[in-house]
């Protein structure tokens, strides 16, 4: 008696609109924060809380300047979002591409075939730490959120 070896079947991925329910929801969350950022002005004092990090150090994070950015991205003010923060642009580009690409996946039914290289990720974490620098550099007040 000899022992038959089967493979297991490949997994099936959902395809279609039953497959953008996660899509959906991320989307929705999205959709829902640039909202309120854009209906809610962060300009005004009082309606978001300070950076912890330049409350603490006088000095400005990466992310400094995000919430104007993302308010003047939301009312089509694209040289107003990219002097409050350059990367907050970049990195918002780079989701909006991500999700295209992710969704578009996921409507199709294909299983993830790609997983971002480590120096991609040491790359993006070199361009952050330079900007974080950077924009506290004496004389480089255009990097500066103000």
């Known amino acids: 008696m000899t ?10 991925h959902p395809r279609g609109f039953g497959a953008l329910r996660a899509p959906g929801l ?3 969350a999205a959709v829902a924060a640039t909202t309120l950022v854009a209906t ?3 300009n005004q004092p009082g309606h978001y809380p300070t950076c912890p990090f330049l409350a603490v150090t006088g000095y ?3 992310g400094c300047g995000s ?4 308010h003047d991205l939301a009312h ?3 040289a107003g979002a990219v002097a409050r923060n350059p990367l907050m642009v970049l990195a918002a580009g ?12 996921l409507w199709r039914g294909l299983p993830r075939t790609w997983v971002a290289p480590p120096v991609l990720l040491y790359g993006l974490l070199t361009l952050v730490l330079a900007f974080w620098v950077l924009r506290n550099v004496p004389g ?4 500066s959120p103000a």
């Open 3 to 12: 022992a038959t070896t089967q493979r297991p079947a490949p997994p099936v």
């Open 26 to 28: 991320v989307l929705a």
């Open 40 to 42: 809610v002005d962060p």
């Open 60 to 62: 400005y994070c990466p």
């Open 67 to 70: 919430l104007r950015a993302l």
């Open 76 to 78: 089509g003010d694209f």
């Open 94 to 105: 780079g989701l909006v591409v991500a999700f295209v690409l992710w969704t578009r996946r």
């Open 140 to 143: 480089w007040t255009w990097l």
